[in-house]
């Protein structure tokens, strides 16, 4: 199943997609069967589309976790995961605009696998009590800028955590749609030119792994965001207007279209597709 969260135009309610509990996306399974059976069905027409999550209760980040983000900096492969966080207001629609903060210099990009859980869970033992923890995967685009990130002390928390820096969805796909998630492709072009090819096949710590090592620090919730980070650039430069976060793919996991009204009103998209 593939849920989704959106905004009717005239309106300001809010429709969700899915509840990300068991439960609530059982429900949802059975009243989008019995509407399709009924041919209660619609394509989008205009309506905002949001996050297919509502506001986490934390966005845990994962960074250096592909081989070929190793290689391409030059850093040896952790140990262990190297966990972070972001903000969880960064959180926006696929659609939506990404604001530049003031003073940014270096906003830059990554498409991204993200994990969704759907139970509370701590001290998860095995890959099969972490699949169980999960509620499906959407695409992220992790924006970050990097002078507030690597030039300016402290934690990475402050060049990951800006207003509208976590764009994701629209959809969230369910395990069952997934198929193998250590097998999925992931890309991204900017302005019609490509800047990310990878897979997750070259994860250093699988997402199962990552849910599970996780739990062993802190309590996950319903809801909650995993981004595993992804970089490989092409050796093309990262930063500057011109690559603001461009047309990515991640395939199985929905589509993006973020835009980005500072730095003169740059615009891109982010997809992803089946």
Same mark, same amino acid.
């Given at each position: ?89 960064? !959180? ?5 605009? /990404? #604001?530049?903060?003031? +003073? %940014?210099? @270096? $906003?830059?990009?990554?498409?991204? =696998? ?71 492709? !992931? ?5 019609? /030119? #490509?800047?990310?090819? +990878? %897979?997750? @096949? $070259?994860?250093?710590?699988?997402? =199962? ?66």
């Amino acid at each position: 199943m593939r849920a989704t969260t959106w905004t009717c135009p005239t309106s300001s309610a809010t429709s969700t997609g899915h509840s990300s509990a068991p439960a609530g996306l059982e429900r949802v399974r059975a009243l989008a069967g019995e509407r399709a059976a009924a041919g209660q069905v619609s394509a989008f027409g205009g309506e905002r589309v949001g996050a297919p999550i509502a506001r986490p209760h934390q966005i845990v980040c994962v960074g250096l976790n592909y081989a070929d983000h190793a290689k391409e900096t030059g850093q040896p492969i952790p140990a262990e995961p190297i966990l972070f966080n972001k903000a969880p207001n960064t !959180l926006i629609g696929p659609n939506d605009d /990404v #604001r530049l903060p003031r +003073g %940014s210099v @270096k $906003t830059d990009w990554e498409v991204e =696998l993200g994990v969704v859980i759907g139970k509370r869970s701590s001290y998860l033992e095995t890959d099969a009590d972490a699949l169980a923890a999960v509620a499906g995967y959407t695409l992220v685009n992790d924006v970050s800028e990097r002078e507030f990130q690597n030039e300016r002390g402290g934690q990475w928390v402050k060049g990951k955590s800006a207003e509208t820096f976590n764009p994701a969805g629209p959809w969230l796909a369910t395990p069952d749609e997934i198929g193998d998630v250590r097998d999925l492709d !992931l890309w991204l072009d900017v302005s019609g /030119v #490509r800047r990310q090819t +990878g %897979s997750t @096949k $070259t994860m250093i710590f699988d997402p =199962l792994f990552i849910v599970r090592y996780i739990s062993q620090f802190m309590v996950l919730e319903p809801g909650d965001l995993i981004d595993n980070r992804y970089h490989p650039a092409g050796g093309r430069p990262r930063h500057g207007a011109a690559d603001l976060p461009g047309r990515g793919r991640c395939h199985g996991a929905g589509r993006h279209r973020p835009r980005h009204p500072a730095a003169a009103r740059h615009r891109a998209a982010v997809t992803a597709m089946a």
